[in-house]
T-cell receptor, first 115, second 117 residues
């Protein structure tokens, strides 16, 4: 079945450090890929997405590129801030006509950024 | 704009008790979803609805029931609570599954943390 494997956390970085959170997927077909972020006490928010191979999603300084050849969608940011401390979820979604396909989530990666 | 709201935020149940988790969205979205998140795991879909009066099972529906009498509300019912239902429950909504060939965004509520003892 479809699955998403995420880098295990927690991840602790100093402010202005470079961030990479790895995400790989297994899917039958060509999924859309997402990164969601959950700040403390809040619901999940869409951070960025990519719908086809080689697309790059970007938002708030975060980027991720849809790599079909390596089935990956790694999240990167060049310089993290304390306000980036949150849990990050990688997810995929497949479509087939006439059906409502669910989001398949990874287990989440807790990021803590220290001042 | 409130978005997706969930009540309660926290709840402790005894085995065999019943409760309803409330979810309301004010974005006039057609689709609504219930997920659960177990510690160290990703979210798993319990039930979803494509519109008022229409619901369908997700990946892990056993032990739960839902109804969708209005566009805004999508309550999740636990009839006989079990320790295996200890989890964080998230409600989400989206305008449609796919719009103009582009995946539509799901908007999530803040979650309900449920403990069954």
């Amino acid at each position: 079945g479809d699955s998403v494997t995420q880098m295990e956390g927690p991840v602790t970085l100093s402010e202005e450090a470079f961030l990479t959170i790895n995400c790989t997927y297994t899917a039958t077909g060509y999924p859309s890929l997402f990164w969601y972020v959950q700040y403390p006490g809040e619901g999940l928010q869409l951070l960025l997405k990519a719908t086809k191979a080689d697309d790059k999603g970007s938002n708030k300084g975060f980027e991720a590129t849809y790599r079909k050849e390596t089935t990956s969608f790694h999240l990167e940011k060049g310089s993290v801030q304390v306000s980036d401390s949150a849990v990050y979820f990688c997810a995929l979604r497949l479509f087939s006509s006439g059906s409502a396909r669910q989001l398949t989530f990874g287990s989440g990666t807790q990021l803590t950024v220290l001042p | 704009n409130a978005g997706v709201t969930q009540t309660p935020k926290f709840r402790i149940l005894k085995i065999g008790q019943s409760m309803t988790l409330q979810c309301t969205q004010d974005m006039n979205h057609n689709y609504m979803y219930w997920y659960r998140q177990d510690p160290g795991m990703g979210l798993k879909l319990i039930y979803y609805s494509v519109g008022a009066g229409i619901t369908d099972k997700g990946e892990v529906p056993n032990g739960y029931n839902v109804s969708r009498s209005t566009t805004e509300d999508f309550p999740l019912r636990l009839e006989l609570a079990a320790p295996s239902q200890t989890s964080v429950y998230f409600c989400a909504s989206s305008y449609s599954i796919q719009r103009d060939g582009i995946t539509d965004t799901q908007y999530f509520g803040p979650g309900t943390r449920l403990t069954v003892l």
